[in-house]
């Protein structure tokens, strides 16, 4: 999974299951883009969490 922010740095990313459980986290970036590896996950419904220094948001992921 490739996350990219094109107007501010990634400072953090969470990624949940769709009941709200932490899957995967990573702190203390400062890039514009990563990579998530998932190679061991179901497919499904996900919520992935950004923080940026212009706010955070979260969006749904499926992957299949």
Request: hydrophobic share 40%; aromatic share 4%; no cysteine.
């Amino acid at each position: 999974l490739y996350v990219k922010s094109e107007h501010s740095p990634i400072n953090s990313i969470k990624l949940l299951s769709k009941e709200g459980k932490l899957l995967q986290q990573k702190d203390k970036l400062s890039t514009s883009s990563l990579k998530l590896n998932l190679p061991d996950l179901p497919a499904g419904l996900y919520l992935l969490k950004v923080d940026t220094p212009l706010g955070s948001q979260t969006m749904k992921v499926l992957l299949f």
